[in-house]
């Protein structure tokens, strides 16, 4: 009271304020017998802790703080026994072992294992293409074309147009397809015969996956349309197992097509191009699509945006593997595509642009969509380099002995 009636006489509350009043109020409260009791309480409480603490120390006891850091402590201990785990042996990852596993955390573990799968797969040395290994994408072009073999030719005057490695025998992966279609269209084998997918038809060469299930059964037409299509493996290998004699009759056959047609550089060991055996020069993939061309069924099934067919009771709906198909600026009169490692990403196509026939060969691509944008790098310098209907009387300089390539041999 003798406070209040002093700040009261001496100041008017309103001009005050209320900070001026809390201040007064710890003030008040710090120099009170009830604030110095607490404040004395605090202290002796923290004092008491301290104390417990020590003793407990003494006696070998951990203290709150000590069984934090001890946890602490333990877990590093654990991610360290986790990292020297994924150490690897030998070449491979060592694995961890049971009393490491039941020491560990669920989240510790999962990391754990994560860490020795990303190691497994650092071990692996790194998988190249034939044409990587050989060293073909050290040559140069005008074009900057990311395939390491690229060949472009008028299909009806035989002129090579534009050529890069086109001499070279690489891994030709799904293009194979094209041959195998030829061998069925022109043997003449019944397109509305049906066939069944089995287990001889899985991929047991790279472990590929598909969505024709064993037991779907659908026409050799059907086959055809998806190998074609959508690069579908289960469809073609079937499409080679169900001709007279197996596939080993199929592989000769198609052989046998391939040294009529004059494909010195090729050879075929099955019908899907998973094998990097199936091997060919762009010249010999150029002497293919013009054959393959002269058939309308291997054309339109080629060349289908889409197709569905019933799987498993199921409408399965599949879609065209090049994309530029869909592209109104392109006119596609047949195209394939393949991929394997050993191959790289492959593309061959006949189209018309300039007024001309054009046979485009792609082979051994370094990225997922670059075949496509050398694809249509060609058809640029085609329509704004080359008059329509005019032949082209240079080849761009691309530093290699091919660039002087005589006609192919259709």
Known sequence: MFFASIFSSAFNIRRVGPLVLLACAIALGGASPAGAATHKKQSNTAKSKSTKSLKATKAG??????????????????????????????????????????RMSKKQLLAARRAQQASMVAAQPERV??????????????LDLKSSVALVLDQDTKEVLFSKNSQAVLPIASLTKLMTALVVTENKMPLNEVLTITQDDIDLEKGSRSRLMVGTQ?????????????????????L???????????????????????????????PTGLSSNNQSSARDLATLVNAAHRHRIIRELSTSPEYQ?????????????????????????LQKTG??????????????????????????SSGKYSRLGDAERVRKWMTETAPAGVPLLSVPSIGVPSISAPKVTL
């Open 240 to 270: 080679g197992r169900s001709y007279p004699g197996g596939v080993n009759a199929f592989v000769l056959a198609m052989n046998r097509k391939a040294a009529d047609l004059g494909m010195r550089d090729s050879q075929f060991v099955e």
């Open 129 to 142: 293409s034939f044409g990587q290994a050989y060293g073909l994408h050290t040559t140069a072009d005008e």
């Open 218 to 238: 659908l026409t050799r037409e059907q086959m055809l349309h998806l190998a074609l299509m959508s690069s579908e493996n289960r469809a073609a290998n079937a």
């Open 339 to 364: 991929y394997i490692t050993e191959a790289g990403r492959c593309l061959v196509m006949q189209a018309k642009m300039a007024g001309r026939h054009l046979i485009m060969i792609f082979l051994d």
């Open 61 to 102: 006891k951990k203290s709150p703080q000590a069984v934090g850091k001890s946890k602490s402590a333990k877990t590093r201990a654990q991610l360290r026994r986790a990292e020297a785990s994924n150490r690897t042996v030998g070449g491979r990852p060592a694995k961890l072992t049971k009393a490491q596993v039941k």
């Open 309 to 333: 067919v019933e799987v498993g009771n199921q409408p399965v709906q599949f879609h065209n593997t090049n994309r530029l198909i869909a592209n109104p600026a392109w006119e596609i009169g």
